[in-house]
């Protein structure tokens, strides 16, 4: 007789990369006042055995520094994942209205593209199952949905 596999319990804290029951994406504004708060989401999140992959632009993961990621991820199933921003180097991203005429132009391509190549890879388990999206992203929702992805 076969056994089910079973799910790691919710106050568990440690789990193997292969033991988790979800992949959630969640996408991040690119201003750090937003990531804070959904990398807390993220450490909840994988708690209950969910897998998180938490992506933002290059240029605020570079930003939030190596050892707030290190930290905020030890031992946790979140990965970080980043995309452009459109924006030259040299532009002002302290520009609300430049900034986000760009992330709305470029984002939701690479989204996709980004969305494709996890789901297509050979690991059948990185597949994303759901979506958490930023409320200045809301747009980006087409995407999952077009995927078939809630």
Known sequence: MDEKPQHPQSNSENFKQMDH????????????????????????????GVKVTFLTTEFTLAKMGSSLLISEQDGKLITFASVPDGLEPDDDRNDPAKLAASIYKVMPGYLED?????????????????????????????????????
Do not use: E, R
């Open 21 to 48: 029951i979800g992949h959630v994406l969640i996408i991040s504004y690119p201003l750090q006042g937003h990531a804070a708060p959904l990398i807390k989401l993220a450490n909840t999140i994988c708690k209950f």
């Open 114 to 150: 980004f969305v494709m190549k996890t789901n297509d890879s050979k690991n059948g388990y990185d597949k994303f199952t759901g979506f958490i999206v930023d409320t200045p992203l809301t747009s980006m929702l087409k995407v999952p949905k077009k995927l078939g992805i809630k």
